[in-house]
């Protein structure tokens, strides 16, 4: 399984990015999307997770309102949306995926998933 992040950048605090994840899985609706960041010096924490169906979602805290997660099985693509971003935004985004045995389990932890993309940057300047 191959995991390929994109679409990270240098943007300005309150403004939109989306992130892109091409994750190599059959079938996709048996695979859990999720994203985690690391931010400098700090540990890699969840950011958000979404079913193998597609119709369950969570999100930490943090990020609940501002950031959506979402996925096309058909491209078998998962996205960030992050909008209203802050500083604290800035990290480096991990994908990652992990084959589940029904399409609606969701997971929000990182010993949970198997499988971990590169990571992208995002840089938020206040």
């Known amino acids: 399984v191959q995991l390929q992040a994109c679409g990270g950048g240098l943007v300005q605090a309150g403004d939109s990015l989306r992130l892109s994840c091409a994750a190599s899985?059959?079938?996709?609706?048996?695979?859990?999307l999720g994203w985690f960041r690391q931010a400098s010096g700090k540990e890699r924490e969840f950011v958000a997770s979404?079913?193998?169906?597609?119709?369950?979602?969570r999100y930490e805290d943090s990020v609940k309102g501002r950031f959506t997660i979402s996925r096309d099985n058909a491209k078998n693509t998962v996205y960030l949306q992050m909008n209203s971003l802050k500083p604290e935004d800035t990290a480096v985004y991990y994908c990652?995926?992990?084959?589940?045995?029904?399409?609606?389990?969701?997971?929000?932890?990182?010993?949970?998933?198997?499988?971990w993309g590169q990571g992208t940057l995002v840089t938020v300047s206040s």
């Open positions: 990652a995926a992990s084959f589940t045995s029904s399409t609606r389990v969701v997971l929000a932890t990182a010993r949970a998933y198997k499988y």
């Open positions: 899985v059959r079938p996709s609706s048996h695979y859990a």
């Open positions: 979404i079913t193998g169906s597609g119709d369950i979602t």
